[in-house]
């Protein structure tokens, strides 16, 4: 294996990985080989030419082989790119995706940056939506609470990294059940999958992403239940709720969200269209007294029984 310039080897390396069926085929190999090289993307251009050392094939090849097994790439480099801060990846932690920056930036939209803000970051694995609020909120605090002391340990070593750690504390808890106080922001990415379409998915997700960050339940929606049946105790008052949800999920979140009180804001898509966000705040108790009032009267008018009311009330507040 010598004889190979930079540029050889990453073409080499592209077309087998096209021919692996590997969407991004042109980056992974780029990546992998900034990675053996330990150098930027600009150095590897400006390097194109350069001949590369029998050991660094190796190694690069090494890696390549480990791709086209499905291995996703971020995986074997250990990293992440979240916001332009660079996480670390490993197998106790969710790899962060790029349609969560979505939930950072609809908390950029609502809060002021100069404000001191405290945000509760449930499920944390790397730390990535936490850390990354905290660097554009930099009178802020976060609580970072996750199930798994694994993924706590990486959080905190992402903070350190990022240069955070001194606003970024960690909880071991199951959702809410050991979490004291009151935040004003409440984010969350939960798992949604349904457990029947663990195995449906592609084995970059089902063989390297940690289970209990994907499985949702039967039907995807148990760490929601959890979240809007518990997350009213710890947000102030004019506090909200953001979550990522599953692309087909949102009327379900959506009603789901009514039944426990909530008020939905809105909702986000991502890039390909597809519902990804959900910001939510506490349901006046005034709103809901009208609400009710007004299916009352509109259902009086229509002849619906007064004993329906209950089942109607249960879809729409």
Known sequence: MTGRTVQQQLKETSE?????????????????????MECSYSDL????SDMLPTALVEAHL??????????????????????????????????????????????VLDFDSAVELRFLDVG???????ISLLKLFPLSSCLAVDVSGAALSVANR???????????????SNYFSEIDGMFDIIVANPPYIRSSEIETLDIEVK??????????????????????????????????????????????????????????????????????????EKAENELRQGDIHNVRRKSLESGVETD??????????
């Open 16 to 36: 087998l990985f096209l021919q692996s069926g590997i969407k991004d085929a042109k980056m992974d190999a780029r990546l992998l080989l900034q990675h053996v």
């Open 45 to 48: 251009i400006s390097r194109s």
């Open 62 to 107: 090494k890696l390549v082989g480990r791709r086209v097994d499905g291995e996703p790439v971020y995986r074997i480099i250990g990293q992440r790119e979240f916001r332009g801060n660079v996480f670390e990846v490993t197998p106790e932690v969710l790899d962060p995706r790029a349609e969560t920056e979505l939930l950072v930036e609809e908390v």
């Open 124 to 130: 944390t694995g790397t730390g990535a939506i936490g």
């Open 158 to 172: 992402n903070a350190e990294q990022i240069g955070v750690s001194a606003r970024f504390r960690t909880v071991q």
């Open 207 to 280: 063989m390297h992403d940690p289970q209990i960050a994907l499985d949702g339940g039967t039907d995807g929606l148990d760490a929601y239940r959890a979240i809007f049946s518990q997350a009213k105790s710890h947000l102030k008052a004019n506090g909200k709720v953001y979550v990522e949800i599953g692309f087909d999920q949102l009327d379900s979140c959506k009603r789901l969200a009514v039944d426990f009180g909530w008020a939905v804001l809105r909702s986000k898509n991502d890039l390909a269209g597809l519902p990804r966000i959900l910001v939510l």
């Open 308 to 317: 329906s009311f209950d089942n109607v009330l249960g879809r729409r507040l």
